[in-house]
């Protein structure tokens, strides 16, 4: 089966026989990784229970629109700005017609309305109501509307007809669903990501660090598998779990990192440094714990790290180089000059002065900035970013080529 790793996936459930499947259904998309929100119709709650959609999902299961208490949680917007997917199985006749007519009079139509996320459907009806007219030019409709179908398939039918209109089996639904998140932008390439923080040790027990994540780095290695890169992430030490298809490296220093960075360096397409490396270290790492003294000021001798992203930028063949650039000011001057110095074919500038973005946070905003040109995307996860971010380094990438 496909992955969908911290996917947010909006199940839509309506009212039809077939909605006994959403319950495997969600089991096989939190099975895949996803995290599931349920959103059913009114129509749909006498054919499943919530309860039992809560159960197998973790999640509460969204049910009324004009619900004080559940619009103070995680109202329609929300929903609509959370999901990655809207994936709606099984999707009724009456609500397609609905969704072609851009009605929003319950909470499934309005996230439908208010999201810019995909939207793909899993029809189950009688045969006679898949094939009439009225259905059909809905499925056109929709389909103009880049809304996608899955299925229906053919068969034998609840009522005892034979023909189209079965809902696919649900772990067809979820390998479909899976397969929309593939853009195959980096097929056959080979991408090194940087990630997290680097510890400069001052003896055994004690090192010198920083407050990375490893969000962002780990993001963009997802992003990039989506794209169909093989994926080398060298990763400082963060408490996230690695993408499954990674090759990752687990390093604590800057030189041990600027190590496997060269390793097989040759083989690399696209290097993206998004490791918050240590500038200094301690000159010497003390063989013993460094004991108290009496003195009430120590001094610590450092020296610089190496530039892990210049060095690799400096190597022939170079790969295409991405650096990030965390300024607390004059954000854009900085990180231009760095995109110079460095010797960078791209560079992400974030501000990192605000709180409510960049380090140890979920979400980011940044401009993209090449010698061509730059450009600002607006702010949001670090996962939907990741994966603008990789579109756009594939497109560059392919133009510098
Ligand atoms: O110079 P500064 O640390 O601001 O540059 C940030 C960019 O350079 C990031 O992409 C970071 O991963 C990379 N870097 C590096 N090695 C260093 C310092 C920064 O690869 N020693």
């Avoid at 030490?237 to 800057?254: D, G, H, K, M, Y």
């Amino acid at each position: 089966m496909q992955r969908l790793t911290n996917k947010q996936i909006i199940l839509g459930i309506t009212g039809g026989i077939a909605a006994y499947k959403s319950a495997e259904l969600t089991r096989l998309l939190k099975t895949a990784g996803a995290d599931v929100r349920v959103v059913m119709t009114p129509s749909a709650t006498e054919f499943i229970t919530p309860l039992t959609l809560q159960a197998l999902s973790g999640n509460p299961v969204h049910l009324h629109l004009l619900d004080a208490e559940a619009e103070a949680g995680m109202g329609h917007i929300e929903l609509a700005k959370w999901a990655d997917l809207i994936l709606i199985a099984p999707c009724s006749a009456n609500f397609m017609s609905r969704l072609a007519s851009g009605h929003g009079d319950d909470l499934l139509t309005t996230i439908c309305l208010a999201t810019d996320a995909p939207i793909c459907l899993a029809p189950a009806m009688n045969q006679a109501m898949w094939r009439d007219s009225g259905t059909q030019a809905n499925v056109e409709t929709l389909k103009n509307r880049e809304i996608k179908l899955f299925g229906p398939g053919i068969g034998e039918q609840a009522c005892g007809d034979n023909g189209p209109g079965r809902m696919l089996e649900p772990e067809k639904i979820t390998n479909l669903t899976a397969s929309q998140f593939e853009t195959f932008a980096l097929t056959g390439k080979t991408v090194f990501i940087t990630a997290g923080p680097t510890r400069e040790a001052l003896d055994p027990i004690r090192y010198i660090s920083n407050h990375s994540s490893g969000k962002m780095g780990y993001a963009l290695a997802e992003a990039a598998i989506e794209a169909g890169a093989k994926v080398k992430l060298i990763t400082g030490p963060v408490t996230l779990t690695p993408p499954e298809r990674a090759t990752t490296v687990a390093i604590e220093s800057a030189n041990e990192m600027l190590e496997a960075s060269l390793l097989d360096l040759s083989l690399c397409d696209i290097f993206i440094a998004a490791a918050a490396v240590a500038d200094y270290r301690p000159t010497a790492i003390a063989e013993h714990k460094i004991k108290k003294g009496t003195e009430e000021i120590m001094e610590l001798h450092l020296v610089k790290n190496p530039d892990i992203v210049a060095t690799v930028a400096s190597s022939t063949p170079k790969p295409f180089t991405v650096g990030f650039a965390a300024e607390t000011k004059d954000v854009l001057e900085y990180a231009k000059s760095k995109l110079e110095r460095k010797n960078l074919d791209m560079i992400i500038a974030n501000d990192v002065s605000r709180s409510d973005i960049g380090f140890n946070s979920d979400e980011n905003a940044v401009t993209v900035i090449t010698h061509s040109g730059s450009e600002t995307l607006p702010q949001t996860s670090k996962r939907k970013l990741a994966s603008l971010l990789i579109e756009e380094i594939a497109t560059q990438y392919k133009a510098n080529r």
